[in-house]
């Protein structure tokens, strides 16, 4: 008799090849990321091209879904764009093109062959003084400021003065093909160095395999216009249990305050005057997110920010018989979001100043180009047909004049004829009441601004520059040229202000620190991550400050760090700083005499103290808020409106740049060939193995078993 033990378990065979697949899958997993560093090189400092989109439109760029690859060729001059387009034997090609060759004849010529290109990676250029580019149009914001063919139609559409007359409108273009930017100098040196060993034939013939290439990634979700991607994005929202977003309003916030606290959980009273202090905050370039804007909104928002530090510091500012507002607006250069929610919540009892309120309106423009000592004074010639506000304006143009008087570095000019206002917050409020206005600029016609919104309007291009030997703090405190001039500009506005506010005694007094504004574009426009900031932020907002300049692009995370940042400047420029405890700061209302009503109380960092071993956080009181800057259009769902801003930037899932070596086709094929034969052949074995395993893995026997 012979007894053996049975049992239900996995044949040891089948288990012998599970662990042999564990580990393969295993091994596969660790090594992956190993094996894809050895094929691939990242490009990390990378801005692409995005889609965004308007009522009628889409403009920008995108890849397909599963990216766009090339063979990477060099463009350097223009007879090099042959190769490209007719003569190269393996396209598509992905084009690496000198930043001074970005222009719209070139971009016409590759967009004219799209089965010939696959991508477009531009290198930053060194401008110089005569060199210019704006890929913006030349009549900035059309259509959506007062101007139109029903209400001054000799004006509209920048018939008699072409604003930005260097424009090209490339950002404002559609494109079927990713293009990216290169930040980084030695990531080029690399794509170039790769170029140079693959894909360069001896003596005029065509390389040979393998070649290098370039991979971008940048599909965008969203497609057509901004009614199209909202009406499907709402579809999913409302019937899908995880709804796919395709697109999102521009959107961010305006920074405003008042000279003197208003009860902002109700309305001024109508009898109640304001003079009104307007800039902008945004600027864009062809690149997302990469806006340094320079000329175009810092010179002017930092201007506006020293005027008001100067305008709070004169003895009787609560005694003045009229307000002032400051307000920084956020999406002018998307058809004025900011201005037009302004005022739009002004109109429905939104906000606590009323368009009736208003009794003057200055605005900074453009201000840092100077070629002169004049600063122009431009004004609306259309309200100026009602008598009234003719005479209102005059009297704010005098106004102006005699605050300039004592100022010898800055002019203040009329212009000679009839002109319309250029691109500004105030065409706006024009719209919407008629009121006496002016734009302050460096320009009486076009713009002197040569990058106007572009990624080469930096600090350079304002005259912003530093001793090289100097250290980030010493270049921190070091008062420019640049900075002496636009105090002087800020010191003219913060006079004219306290004049128009009725105030009288202490006009002279009024002075602009140079080191304020030297801080805020050396903070803005070179360093953002540095002392002084550090010490105006609350600790949670330390992330926000990069060791690069800020970007002004609106975007749709909001509030952006501009936003954050002018926030926190104006409100230590203008607040108080308090005793109350981080506790009391955070929670006012069980403070006596405190009230957030009236106020805004922020815990912030502070300075160092005299050790440099630890911050002196403090909490300033100041009537600096923050108020949305949506566009209207998306409050009450008109998306193909014509009265208000509708532009929405498209999601995407990934955006990716990096650079490999490519095989030819003929060897791709044979690989593809070769691994397919390989998969027949180990299903074959295995299933040859899985037929005979009890032949070929004899179960042992087991210990105990006794034969008999």
């Keep these: 008799m012979a007894t053996a033990r049975g049992g239900s378990g996995p044949d040891p065979g089948s288990r012998g090849l599970l662990l042999l697949s564990f580990s393969v899958v295993l091994a596969g997993l660790c090594g992956g990321n190993s094996v894809e560093r050895k094929i691939y090189i990242p490009l990390n400092k990378t801005a692409p091209c995005v889609r965004l989109l308007n009522a009628t439109h889409q403009i920008g760029c995108q890849s397909s879904i599963s990216g766009d690859t090339g063979v990477i060729h060099v463009v350097e001059k223009e007879d090099d764009l042959k190769w490209v387009l007719t003569d190269g034997p393996n396209p598509p090609y992905m084009v690496l093109l000198e930043g001074k060759l970005f222009t719209r004849d070139i971009m016409e010529k590759l967009k004219g062959e799209t089965s010939r290109i696959a991508g477009l990676a531009v290198t930053l250029a060194k401008p110089n003084s005569t060199s210019s580019f704006s890929p913006s149009v030349q009549c900035p914001n059309d259509g959506f400021g007062i101007y139109s063919n029903s209400y001054g139609p000799e004006f509209a559409h920048c018939k008699k003065t072409l604003w930005n007359e260097l424009g090209n409108g490339l950002a404002y273009d559609d494109f079927s093909f990713p293009i990216f930017l290169l930040e980084d100098e030695n990531e080029t040196k690399v794509i170039k160095q790769c170029y140079q060993d693959h894909n360069l034939g001896q003596n005029g013939s065509a390389p040979s395999f393998p070649l290098c290439a370039m991979q971008l990634f940048s599909h965008m979700h969203a ?23 395709v697109c999102d309003p521009l959107s961010d916030y305006n920074v405003w305050s008042m000279l003197k606290p208003i009860n902002t959980s109700g309305g001024l009273e109508p ?16 690149f997302w997110n990469v806006a340094p804007g320079a000329e175009s909104a810092v010179a002017s928002f930092v201007t506006q920010l020293a005027a008001a530090e100067a305008l709070h510091k004169a003895p009787d500012v609560t ?23 302004m005022v739009y919540d002004m109109e429905n009892g939104k906000f606590p100043v009323r368009l009736e309120n208003i009794d003057s309106f200055v605005e900074l423009g453009q201000v840092a180009l100077r070629t002169s000592l004049e600063l122009w004074m431009h004004t609306d010639p259309m309200s100026q047909k009602n008598e009234s506000v003719k005479n209102q304006v005059e009297d704010l143009l005098v106004t102006l004049e005699q605050s300039g008087a004592d100022t010898p570095q800055v002019v203040l000019s009329r212009l000679v004829q009839s002109q319309a206002l250029p691109p500004s917050s105030l065409q706006r409020f024009l719209r919407a009441r008629n009121i006496s206005g002016v734009v302050l600029a460096d320009h009486s016609g076009s713009f002197h601004n040569r990058y106007y919104q572009s990624i080469y309007d930096t600090a350079e291009n304002i005259n912003v520059t530093y001793p090289e030997s100097q250290s980030p703090e010493e270049d921190l405190n070091f008062v420019t040229d640049t900075a002496k001039a636009l105090a002087d500009v800020a010191t003219v506005l913060a006079r004219a202000l306290y004049k128009l506010a009725g105030g009288t005694n202490f006009n002279n007094s009024i002075q602009a620190d140079p080191q304020t504004v030297t801080r805020l574009l050396y903070g803005f426009l070179v360093r953002a ?69 009236l106020y805004e109380y922020s815990w912030v960092q502070g300075p160092w103290n005299s ?16 108020a949305r800057a949506l566009s209207p259009a998306f409050e009450l769902s008109q998306w193909s409106s014509t009265e208000y801003s509708t532009w929405a930037e498209s999601r995407w899932k990934d955006i990716q740049a990096r650079i490999f070596l490519i095989a030819s086709k003929e060897l791709e094929f044979i690989t593809l060939i070769v691994g397919f034969s390989i998969l027949v052949f180990s299903l074959i074995v295995t299933y040859c193995i899985n037929a005979k395993a009890d032949v070929l893995f004899v179960a042992p026997r087991e210990p105990g078993a006794v034969s008999y």
């Design 271 to 286: 009898d109640v005057r304001v003079v009104v202090a307007a800039t902008r905050l945004d600027s864009r370039s062809f």
């Design 223 to 245: 497609v057509i216009s901004t009614a199209t991607c909202m009406r499907r994005s709402f579809i999913q929202s409302t019937f899908s249990i995880n709804p796919e977003i």
């Design 529 to 597: 991550n540095n002392s002084w900031f550090q010490s105006i932020l609350r600790h949670d907002l330390r992330s926000y400050l990069d060791d690069g300049p800020l970007q002004h692009y609106i975007a749709v995370s909001s509030p952006t760090n501009t936003t954050y940042v002018v926030q926190y400047a104006l409100a230590n420029l203008t607040g108080k700083v308090t005793n109350l405890t981080q506790e009391q700061c955070q929670d006012p209302s069980k403070v006596p005499n405190e009230s957030k009503d």
């Design 611 to 626: 050790n440099k071993t630890e911050r002196l956080p403090r909490c300033v009181r100041s009537t600096v808020r923050l």
């Design 319 to 341: 005694t003045l018989p009229r307000n002032v507002m400051f307000v920084f607006f956020q999406g002018e250069t998307f058809d004025y979001i900011g201005s037009s929610r």
